[in-house]
């Protein structure tokens, strides 16, 4: 089985320009979360969506940060323009998880190698 | 809110058995995990709480109290490869879905 996919494995940027991230989930997971994990941190949840809706983007700086996963499949994380504090790791990760569900094997999220993002 | 404390660091030998506390204070608790990472790649899934208890899985085993809002992961015969953070992550389920909490890592260093 295919893991979860993230392009770029590294990026480096100015403050102030814009930067894209991919991810491809495996296959048939409904749910697809995106973290951001600054070093020494552990991963903070920026958004989350099931099949194609988003259910909890409470944490995503919406002045700078947007998400969007068309057809509940693949997704991809925007920030623009970027400041110096984005420097971190950009986690994707992928589960089972559909409401009702609470076998553990559905729960268990699968993460991506992440990309990691350099603003200078 | 959600409050999850690790150690930040922990230093063992090679053959020896360390244990990695977590405590943690939430609203919806529905689970602990325990993810490993290796420095530079993609946390992978170790273990599952969700009763109170002791879950075993080989050389790894993590236990759970839920009154107390405490876990730990033991790693017996501790090998170099195991040099690696551990994240303990809460699982929240309100609203008919999951949130998950990480901590902020727990970095072990295996010494020879």
């Known amino acids: 089985e295919a893991g979860v996919a993230q392009s770029p494995r590294y990026k480096i940027i100015e403050k102030r320009q814009s930067v894209a991230f991919w991810c491809n989930p495996i296959?048939?997971?409904?749910?697809l979360y995106w973290y951001q994990q600054i070093l020494g941190q552990g991963p903070k949840l920026l958004i989350q969506?099931?099949?194609?809706?988003?259910?909890?983007d409470s944490q995503l700086p919406k002045d700078r940060f947007s998400a969007e996963r068309l057809k509940g499949v693949d997704s991809t994380l925007k920030i623009q323009p970027a400041k110096l504090e984005d420097s971190a790791v950009y986690l994707c990760a992928s589960s089972q998880f559909n409401p009702g569900q609470v076998t553990l094997a559905k729960n268990i999220q699968y993460f991506g190698a992440g990309t990691r993002l350099s603003v200078l | 809110g959600q409050n999850i404390d690790q150690p930040t660091e922990m230093t063992a030998t090679e053959g020896a058995i360390v244990q990695i506390n977590c405590t943690y204070q939430t609203s919806g608790f529905n689970g602990l995990f325990w993810y490993q990472q290796h420095a530079g790649e993609a946390p992978t899934f170790l273990s599952y709480n969700v009763l109170d208890g002791l879950e075993e899985k080989g050389r790894f085993s993590s236990f759970l109290s839920r009154s107390k809002g405490y876990s730990y992961l033991l790693l017996k015969e501790l090998q170099m490869k195991d040099s690696a953070s551990y994240l303990c992550a809460v699982r929240s389920s309100p609203y008919n879905f999951n949130k998950f909490y990480f901590g902020s890592g727990t970095k072990l260093n295996v010494k020879p």
């Open positions: 969506f099931q099949n194609n809706g988003v259910v909890d």
């Open positions: 296959s048939g997971h409904a749910t």
